[in-house]
């Protein structure tokens, strides 16, 4: 009797391991200071610590091949053998080397995949990208137009071996073939990857065949391109792919993972496949359990996604159950699993671990280890075993109302200021053209201005006095002083190159959005939340749990204090409500667009007392604004509402004749141009160098009325540019735009750069500056 329960799946785990194991066995591996085998022990030990963790827990059925050594897409390209030429793989299994070189480039251009490697030493990484709506980033499959696929990896099927022969049966995750080619590209950008289909699936029926052979059930395969806008042929696509795979294996049941939203209008399609089950996501979509309770084969197991996978708030278990149990009565047990709404990657590992962190706080929180402890105590108590499930159901709706009711959430004082918001709030005082008359008589630069994105090298030097500093060893004192040491050579040398609008170089900023986090209340951070954001690569994410307030100025000081050393004006920075947003752990109690209103207004009161201080130039970066772009289209509008929204209240405050600009690090504007325009920065810095100014064509076209510095320098690479060089790219944009809009800059920060790249860079970007501006005179 007490071990009865429904079935509780996971869809796949976290592989950094609690301590980031993986990240260590990684970089100890690529800098030589480890073998091959040693790296592969690591990575044994961390699947099975996996299994054995979900199993300890109650989990029931657990996933392989949720593991990779570097990304789960870029496994999925190795499997089929979708190997582009300059790897110079020629068949056979796929040797460690080439996958790492296809993961991170060959040489001393290798930048942890970011950036193409200078083709130089040898070749590039493949492109990196979101995973959908996270902030996961995977290698872009490539595809030639005469692909040709072969199985050149047996990952999968080692896997579930290595599982099995450790006692555990587990269900083996692959990404489907239609999201897998969706989410490919090649170098012609007409042609459809979907077409490469039917050479594509013989690979997934010898895997699927072997994992049958192996005494393999059940296999997942994640198509999370169902919860997208598809076109009829993807559609078919996916009608063609299961109709084949049911044919070919037809004793293998598949789980189809669909997961990050809703069916909605693919819902048909999905319920169509000749598939044993269906995984939906009832988090960001619980709407859709009553149409799918309707519909669906009787004889469809359906895997319920009810505990967030994507956020690490702990639940009200008993309100989850209280919702569940009639869904459940009528479905019937025996057809019924639960799960995370999608795979566990994107949430730290172990709440346990944190001992730091508010008694209260933490317990509102669910990491991956409890949230599938949430799983197994709800899955007894939807199979009518109450009497193990009740007290845990109590403790979590006990939990959910103190946090409801706690004063460390809810501030009355935010509460009021956010009623208090009237149209005068959301824009500027006067029209752009007002202002930029008052802001140029005001500034007096010449024209091509030349300025940077706000931080210089975040060198060894800064990070271990600022490692110093945390662990008490350097007092408050002398890390300031060594902070406004780095301020001061920076602005002299800024000075000294000619630069025209300065910056103070960020050195006092771990992370853009966890220095401000630190500084506003409403927000936690914890010591070992990390997630993986790409390769070794992971993020700590802070945790935004209450309403959000700013208690003190946050950069004036820093802003003030080079301001002083100069006559030329420094710019301050600021980061934006939608980037902090974005890039942190958000509360679900209250909209994500209130909660970015409450952060917009703590920004303003920034802006004020930057502004009093005497700042001419504010920069509020929007960074994150772009990925926020939620996953289908019919609801970009109303988050790009809000989102602009939320800048413009940041920037109303500014005076006339305040300056205030924003950037954004990406090159996609065209479908976003006009929310863009709405935002009315009077200057938008943005990546455009590698693009060779095409972006431009978005802001030429719609007529974009403000000023922009298109990047000229890319700084993800380690590349100085000639100064010829860049002004080829400001020429091509001269063609697009007028000269009085254009700004002379870098791509992004120079955070991640180093001295020796950055000082010959800047001179010369300043100047192709100059030079374009003797030959204007020279023309007049
Ligand atoms: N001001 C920030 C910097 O210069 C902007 C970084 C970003 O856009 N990612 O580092
Ligand atoms: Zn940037």
Redesign the pocket.
């Known amino acids: 009797m007490s071990n009865i329960s429904l079935p509780v799946a996971t869809l796949g785990m976290p592989r950094i391991g609690p301590r980031r194991e993986l990240k260590f066995a990684l970089e100890s591996y690529w800098a030589g200071k480890s073998s091959e085998a040693q790296l592969l022990e690591a990575a044994a030990g961390l699947r099975l610590a996996n299994w054995a963790r979900q199993r300890s827990l109650g989990a029931t059925i657990i996933p392989s091949n949720d593991f990779s050594l570097y990304d789960h897409v870029l496994d999925t390209s190795v499997m089929v053998g979708a190997i582009p030429d300059v790897y110079g793989w020629d068949a056979g299994p796929v040797s460690l080397k080439t996958y790492f070189t296809m993961a991170r480039g060959a040489g001393d251009g290798q930048d942890a995949g970011l950036a193409h490697a200078d083709d130089r030493h040898g070749p590039a990484a493949q492109e990196m990208t979101k995973w959908f709506d996270t902030n996961y980033h995977y290698m872009v499959p490539e595809f030639r137009k005469d692909q040709t696929f072969e199985l050149s990896s047996r990952k999968p099927i080692e896997e579930y071996e290595e599982a099995k022969s450790l006692g555990y049966q587990t269900r083996c995750v692959l990404i489907g073939p239609v999201t897998f080619l969706k989410l490919g590209k090649s170098a012609d950008p007409a042609f459809n990857p979907l077409l490469l289909l039917d050479q594509l699936l013989p690979v997934y029926v010898d895997v699927l065949r072997e994992l049958a052979a192996q005494g393999a059930e059940w296999v997942q395969l994640d198509e999370p391109c169902l919860v997208l806008d598809l076109d009829e042929s993807s559609r078919g696509a996916l009608r063609r792919v299961y109709a084949h795979f049911a044919k070919a294996v037809p004793g293998l049941k598949i789980m189809l993972a669909t997961y990050f939203g809703s069916l909605a209008d693919n819902l048909d399609t999905a319920l169509a496949l000749p598939i044993a089950g269906l995984h939906v996501d009832l988090v960001r979509a619980s709407d859709q359990l009553n149409a799918i309770t309707e519909v669906a084969r009787s004889d469809l197991v359906l895997s319920l996604g009810v505990i967030d996978g994507r956020n690490v708030w702990r639940c009200n278990l008993q309100e989850l159950f209280d919702r569940l149990a009639p869904a459940i009565a009528k479905l019937g047990r025996d057809r019924v699993e639960i799960a995370p709404s999608c795979s566990l990657l994107h949430i730290p590992v172990d709440l346990d671990l944190e001992n730091h962190l508010d008694h209260d706080v933490k317990n509102w929180l669910a990491f991956s280890v409890q949230k599938i402890k949430e799983l197994t105590t709800l899955g007894s108590a939807l199979a009518g075993n109450q009497a193990r499930a009740s007290r845990l159901l109590a403790a979590s709706r006990r939990a959910a109302g103190a946090r409801q009711r706690s004063s460390k959430i809810n501030n009355p004082n935010v509460t009021g200021r956010l009623a208090a918001i009237d149209q005068t709030m959301h824009c500027r005082r006067s029209s752009y053209a007002t202002r930029t008359e008052l802001q140029r008589a005001r500034l007096a630069l010449p024209v091509f201005p030349t300025t940077t994105?706000?931080?210089f090298p975040q060198t060894a030097y800064i990070r271990s006095a600022r490692a110093s500093h945390a662990q008490g060893k350097l007092s408050d004192a002398q890390y300031d002083q060594l902070l406004k040491a780095e301020t001061a050579r920076a602005v002299r040398w800024q000075e000294e190159i000619g630069l025209d609008v300065l910056v103070h170089g960020?050195f006092e900023r771990n992370d853009?959005v966890q220095y401000f986090g630190e500084r506003l209340s409403g927000f936690a951070f914890t010591k070992h939340g990390w997630v993986q954001s790409y390769g070794s690569r992971c993020v700590r994410p802070p945790i935004l749990f209450g309403d959000v307030s700013r208690p003190n100025p946050m950069t004036v000081d820093c802003w003030s204090y080079a301001q002083s050393l100069t006559k030329k004006p420094v710019k301050a920075?600021l980061t934006g409500p939608v980037t902090i947003l974005n890039w942190s752990f958000v509360r679900e109690d209250i909209l994500r667009s209130e909660v970015c209103l409450q952060i917009a207004l703590a920004i303003q009161d920034e802006v004020v007392d930057l502004q009093n201080a005497g700042a001419k130039i504010i920069q509020i970066?929007e960074?994150a604004l772009r990925e926020g772009l939620p996953l289908r289209k019919s609801q970009w509008k109303r988050y790009l509402d809000w989102a602009v929204n939320g800048f413009r209240i940041c920037s109303s405050v500014a005076a006339d004749e305040t300056q205030i600009h924003t950037?954004m690090?990406y090159s996609e504007f065209n479908d976003i141009i006009d929310a863009i325009a709405e935002m009315d920065a009077d200057v938008i810095s943005i990546e455009t160098s590698r693009s060779k100014m095409e972006l431009l064509d978005a802001f030429r076209s719609h007529k974009y009325p403000n000023q922009i510095g298109p990047g000229v320098y890319d700084i993800h690479s380690p590349r100085v540019p000639e100064t010829a060089e860049m002004k080829n790219l400001i020429t091509l944009a001269r063609q697009q735009l007028s000269d009085c809009q254009l700004w002379i800059n870098p791509d992004?920060?120079l955070?991640t750069r180093k001295w020796e790249e950055v000082r010959p860079a800047l001179v010369n970007m300043v100047a192709a500056a100059r030079e374009l501006r003797a030959a204007l005179i020279a023309q007049r």
């Open positions: 994105i706000g931080s960020e853009m920075m970066d960074a950037h690090c992004c920060g955070k």
